[in-house]
Each structure stands twice: as structure tokens, then as C-alpha cells.
């Protein structure tokens, strides 16, 4: 390692203080801050690695809170994203989260308490004080590949001098059920711990899924001197199911393809063979204080173990027609990762020459090693009847790729928030990172060594107006880049690939914001998105990489979230997209479709009673980029989701959300054009929360 690095890592595990905002709340969330009292609105978040109120952060950010998580019975990342503009849900493949913010698709885009979480992996949200959705380039902050946005979960904390714990069970109607525990205990006056686990039973609408999947989370709080505390946090996440891709397209005359109707049951995998696993451990250490008055020093170091296995059979061309058959594929694939990151960050809050600063300075260094091996196989018979898929064999024979990987990444950042009147903000930044990357490819022999090495600065500019203090106004710049090593490291680099830039993105914004009350806000803004240098998964091979040139997505993102009237919350939200290839607007660009609308809204009758109701609107989509007449278009869908509470006691509550009450026949999403997911029919689930 080299002497600066291993000088950073020591460093980074001395005493080291928050940047949280207020200091009784140091000790319930880590990157951002805020009370819990508003029931779908958070105050501040990420976005800035201060305490700087969502009203005064010049870009779009969306919160999902713990309640909202509740509320809208969410079991999943892709759960909670429906209500959130800018973010359209992947398939992953059956075996990950998978997101497109603004048109730009990833699995890594995902960090825990600021810091990267990019494998590939279902995210449970049983620990979680809220979800945080920032939206615009990133890489000032959250480093490389955030082009259209970040997802940073922001988990519970122990908090010191409260004993207070909570049970939960479910069922579904599926047949899938689920229990959770949530307990926080003092353990004197200067320390607390917590736990927090849950385990679920899956089952869905689909033929032949199930699985089931925990996970654990303890944690230690310590108050080691006044305005300073250490904690350490250990997860182990356990996740087993069926892998499953959907429903192929079926082919139409001078196109565009659809997806297969009429067979949302259908399962066109290999039971047995078609799997998802996962095991990861992660433990995260953190000390936090106060230097001296208004200047804090936060530090968290962080390992993690990742140990993956996935196979899959599925359609690998578009059925002959909706009587006919389809072609089948089939591989295996088995992927280890160790994370080491270290994180540390100073902010000053002072004044020079007058004028108001808040001064963020960070580092940030990061050791990821990768192996991953994948092998193709051979179905027979290669196609079945899309009617009612015959009995097959599948033989693995051909190793499609087996490579080990190393990421080294050091990052140095600053930034300043500039008052120069109550009405006016400047918030100005840079960050640098050196990103190394090298392995070896095993598939064939010799093995074959690559590497590469990039260093990129990543600009921030935003200026916030403020003619009333609930009214902002604001203009942004910022820029990102993805290195040639693609999301997971795990494709190795073509000598092609090696002699190419990164791609950039760079990102403009302009909106308004208006916070009538501390539990409401409402934004819009407008942006332009433009990357260069774009790779994209080819359409019927996403493991090839295409080189487009430069992409350009445009939009329109607005919000209200929060508390409209004492006994009514809403969360509303509208998104267009117009995402295409530059010079070419035919080509356009994958799961971004243009319009989403969604509207939810609870209603708390009386005390004791809750009615909730919420409806998701989708425009229609392609699957994959759109570089031919035949791509697969998915139609358009509108759901209805409901939810009534009921409280039965002081500390115990029985819920029933209801999802798709119209039993509306959608398709949900794709990963690209033959691997579409099918949306449930009508379903329920069944909760019972009780207080200790």
C-alpha cells in the first residue's frame, strides 16, 4: 500500500467528529441529519456532507423515510422507488437492484451511510432511518460513476438514554411472510446499543420462485468524552432465491417487438437451477466529535465480504408469436469481493471577511478486490413453447470469462458554502480521485494482464437565491466520470477499452423550492444531462459493449412531499424524460420512459384509524436502446395501491396495504429486450407492529 494511503487509513481511526447538525441528533443517522417527527419529510440530506437544509441544496433530492417505508409496505429498493421521480426500476438480471436515474442505467450506484455499496445485490430496508435519492453528477462527494444520480441508505443509530424496541410480522397473499425486530438499549449513561433483524419468506405471482432471505445488524455506541463518540456496526445479510427473467418479446412486423401477453405466470427458467445467492458481511467502525466550537471531524472505515452465485436460464430471442416458441440460454456465474474504504471529512463553519462559510474538506481512499467467473451453457432442447415450456437439460460448457480484479482509488475534496446575505448562497467545489485498475484475465492461455490508470477532477458550481425564507431558487453545474472498468469490475478491459477516456457526464439544473412548513416541500426543476464517450449493453448481448458516442437526456422533475393538512400526508411526484443519442434522435435510450406520475396519500380518520391510497403511472418505455425498429417497447401502465391501518392499542398497530387493486395486466420492467418482468396481479399483505 502505498506510505500515503496507509497514512490516511491510520489516521482516518483516530478520533474523528460528525458532520451531523444538531447534536442530539448525532446519534441516529450518519451522513445526513434531521428529526424523525415528519412522517414523509426529512429536513437536510447528503447531497452536501453538511447540514445544509433540503431548501437550500441546489439539486434535486427525493427522501424516503422509515414511515413512508411502512406506510407503503416497501420490501424492496425497487418498492420504494415507485413514488420517486427521476428513477425508473431494472430487473437486474433477477438477482439485483438495477436502476435508471435519468436515463442512465446502473447496479453501483448504491452507497450506506455515504459510503460505496456497489455490489450486485438485493438491499433489504429493515435498519433504515430513511432512503435518500440524489439526483444530478455526484462525483464531488460520492465519487466516480454517480452520472445521473446516487441511492445512499442512511441507517438507524443506537440512541444513548432510550430504551425502546418494536416487533413486527407479516403475510402475504402470495404465501410469502416475514418478521422483524428493532431494539435500542441503554447500557448506562455514555453508551447504547442496538439491533436491528428481520427474515422473509418470498413468494410472488411467478411459477416456481421462492426463497428466502435475513439479516442482522448490532450495533455500539459509545460516548467516549464530551462531543465525541465512537461506534462499530456489523451486518450480515443472507439472501437465497429463484433467478428469474421474465417473459420474452414476441416479434412484430416491422417492429417495435412487445412483451409476450397473456403468460405473467409463465416461468421460463429451470427449477433447480435457476438460483440467486448471496452472503455479505460488513463491518463499519466510526468516531466523531467537535475540534472546537463549529468545527466537527467525521471519519468511518468500512470492510466488506461478498460472496455471490447466480444462474439462469431464460429467453434469449423473441418468441416466434404468442403461440410459438422461444429460445432459451443458460450460464452460471460466481463473484467474491472484499470493500476496504476509509472516509474522512472536516467542516468549519466560519466567518471570513465578513462573509458566512461553511468549509468541507474530505478524503477518501478505497481497496476493492474482485474475482468473478462466469460459464455459458447449452439448452436442450435450445426452444420451447411459450404456451407451456417442455421439460429441458442444461449443460455448462464454455467459460465465458474468469478474471481477477484489484481497484486501488484515492480522492481528495473540497468544498465551500459561501452566505453573502440572508437571500444569496454560492456553493463552490472540486474533488480529485486517482482511480487504478488492474487484473488478470484467466479465461484463455496465457492469462492476460490489463490495467489502467485514470486521474479526473470533478467540478460542483450551484447558486441559491433566496427571496423569502421559504422560497429558493437555484442553478447548478457538476461533473462525473465512469472509468473503463464498468460497474463491477468483472469484464476486464479489451485493448480497445484501454485506449479509451473515461465517459464524463456533466450535468446542468435549474429550480425552485418552497417549504411552506418544516413537514412539506415542494420542487422543480429542469436539467440537461449530457454524457460523452457512452458505452451502453448491446440489446440482445448486454455482456457486449457498445460505444455510442454521446448521450443527451433532458427533463422535468416535480415533488411535494410531506404533511398537506394535520391529518393528511402526501407524496406527489411527476417526471419527463427525453433521453436520446446525440445526432440521432431515433436512437433513444433504454427503461426511460418518458412520462411517470405517482400520487400517495394517507388520511389518518381518527386515532386510531388510516386510510391510504396511491396510484403509479408509467409511460411506455423501450427494454434496451432503441438502435432499430424492432426494439422491445413496453406498453404503458397505471396501478392503484391502497393501504387501511388500524391501531388497536397505545403500542400495537395492524395494517393491510393492497397492492394493483384494479388487477391491472402490466409489465413492471426489463433488463434488456427479451428478459421482461411481468407485474402482480392483485395481492395484500397483512402487518401487525407492536411496541415493547
Not at 384 to 407: G, I, M, Y
Not at 474 to 501: C, H, I, K, M
Amino acid at each position: 500500500m502505498p506510505r500515503f494511503h496507509l497514512l490516511l487509513v491510520v489516521a482516518s481511526i483516530l478520533p474523528l467528529p460528525a458532520v451531523a447538525a444538531d447534536k442530539d441528533e448525532q446519534n441516529q443517522t450518519i451522513v445526513v441529519t434531521g428529526k424523525r417527527d415528519a412522517p414523509y419529510q426529512a429536513d437536510t440530506a447528503g447531497a452536501l456532507k453538511t447540514d445544509t437544509p433540503l431548501k437550500d441544496t441546489p439539486q434535486t433530492i427525493s427522501v424516503v423515510t422509515a414511515e413512508r417505508i411502512a406506510d407503503g409496505g416497501f420490501r424492496s429498493i425497487a418498492d420504494a422507488l415507485q413514488y420517486v421521480p427521476g428513477v425508473t426500476v431494472g430487473q437486474g438480471e433477477g438477482n439485483t437492484d438495477q436502476i435508471a436515474i435519468r436515463g442512465q442505467v446502473t447496479t453501483a450506484s448504491f452507497f450506506l451511510d455515504g459510503v460505496r455499496d456497489d455490489v450486485e445485490y438485493f438491499r433489504p430496508l429493515y435498519n433504515l432511518s430513511r432512503i435518500e435519492v440524489i439526483k444530478g453528477s455526484n462525483a464531488l462527494l460520492f465519487g466516480r460513476g454517480s452520472g445521473g444520480g446516487v441511492i445512499n441508505r442512511v441507517t438507524l443509530r443506537p440512541e444513548l438514554g432510550l430504551t425502546q424496541g418494536a416487533v413486527q410480522a407479516g403475510v402475504s397473499s402470495f404465501g410469502g411472510a416475514d418478521a422483524g425486530l428493532d431494539l435500542n438499549l441503554p447500557l448506562g449513561r455514555a453508551a447504547a446499543a442496538r439491533i436491528d433483524g428481520f427474515y422473509e419468506h418470498l413468494e410472488n405471482h411467478r411459477d416456481n420462485f421462492g426463497g428466502d432471505r435475513w439479516a442482522v445488524n448490532p450495533q455500539l455506541l459509545v460516548e467516549i468524552a464530551p462531543s465525541w463518540r465512537a461506534g462499530i456496526a456489523y451486518e450480515h445479510v443472507d439472501d437465497t432465491r429463484v433467478a428469474d427473467r421474465g417473459v420474452p418479446s414476441i416479434e412484430v412486423s416491422g417492429g417495435p417487438n412487445r412483451p409476450l401477453p397473456g403468460r405473467r405466470q409463465t416461468f421460463f427458467g429451470l427449477p433447480g437451477f435457476n438460483s440467486a445467492n448471496v452472503a455479505a458481511d460488513i463491518t463499519t467502525a466510526r468516531l466523531d466529535g467537535e475540534l472546537a466550537p463549529d468545527v466537527t471531524w467525521s471519519s468511518i472505515a468500512r470492510y466488506a465480504a461478498y460472496d455471490k452465485s447466480y444462474a439462469n436460464v431464460y429467453p434469449d430471442a423473441p418468441a416466434t408469436s404468442p403461440t410459438g416458441v422461444v429460445a432459451l440460454a443458460a450460464y452460471a456465474n460466481q463473484t467474491h469481493r472484499t470493500n476496504w474504504i476509509v472516509q474522512s471529512n472536516i467542516v468549519a463553519k466560519r466567518r471570513l471577511f465578513g462573509v458566512s462559510h461553511t468549509l468541507l474538506i474530505g478524503a477518501e481512499y478505497g481497496s476493492q478486490k474482485s474475482s468473478g467467473r462466469e460459464v455459458d451453457g447449452i439448452v436442450t432442447p435450445g426452444s420451447v413453447s411459450v404456451l407451456a415450456p417442455a421439460p429441458f437439460a442444461v449443460a455448462l460448457d464454455e467459460v465465458a470469462f474468469d478474471l481477477r480484479t484489484q481497484v486501488d482509488f484515492f480522492s481528495l475534496y473540497a468544498q465551500d458554502q459561501i452566505s453573502f446575505a440572508p437571500w444569496l448562497d454560492l456553493i463552490a467545489g472540486v474533488r480529485w480521485d486517482r482511480f487504478a485498475f488492474n487484473g488478470n484475465d484467466l479465461t484463455t492461455a496465457p492469462i492476460r494482464p490489463f490495467a489502467r490508470t485514470d486521474s479526473k477532477f470533478s467540478p460542483r458550481l450551484g447558486v441559491v437565491l433566496k427571496p423569502t425564507d421559504k422560497v429558493s431558487l437555484y442553478g447548478s453545474y457538476a461533473r462525473s466520470f465512469q472509468p473503463r472498468s464498468g460497474d463491477q469490475f468483472v469484464e476486464g478491459l479489451t485493448a480497445d477499452e484501454r485506449n479509451l477516456e473515461p465517459e464524463s457526464y456533466q450535468n446542468y439544473e435549474i429550480g425552485a423550492k418552497w417549504q411552506p412548513t418544516r413537514a412539506l416541500i415542494a420542487t422543480i426543476a429542469a436539467f440537461r444531462l449530457d454524457r460523452t464517450n457512452a458505452t451502453t449493453p448491446a440489446p440482445n448481448n448486454p455482456l457486449l459493449l457498445l460505444n455510442i458516442g454521446a448521450t443527451r437526456t433532458e427533463g422535468v422533475e416535480a415533488e411535494v412531499t410531506g404533511q398537506l393538512l394535520p391529518t393528511l400526508n402526501v407524496s406527489a411526484s411527476y417526471t419527463w424524460l427525453d433521453a436520446r443519442l446525440r445526432g440521432n434522435d431515433s436512437v433513444r435510450l433504454a427503461q426511460t420512459p418518458r412520462a411517470r406520475a405517482s400520487f400517495w396519500a394517507h388520511w389518518q380518520l381518527n386515532p386510531r384509524i388510516g386510510l391510504a391510497a396511491g396510484v403509479v403511472h408509467q409511460s411506455t418505455q423501450f427494454a434496451a436502446i432503441r438502435t432499430e425498429p424492432t426494439t422491445t417497447l413496453l406498453p404503458a401502465f397505471t396501478r392503484l395501491d391502497v393501504a387501511l391501518s388500524y391501531r388497536v392499542s397505545e403500542h400495537t398497530q395492524v395494517q393491510l396495504n393492497v397492492e394493483n387493486l384494479t388487477n391491472t395486466r402490466y409489465f413492471s420492467d426489463a433488463y434488456d429486450n427479451n428478459n421482461i418482468s411481468t407485474g402482480a396481479p392483485i395481492n395484500a399483505r397483512l402487518t401487525i407492529r407492536t411496541r415493547l
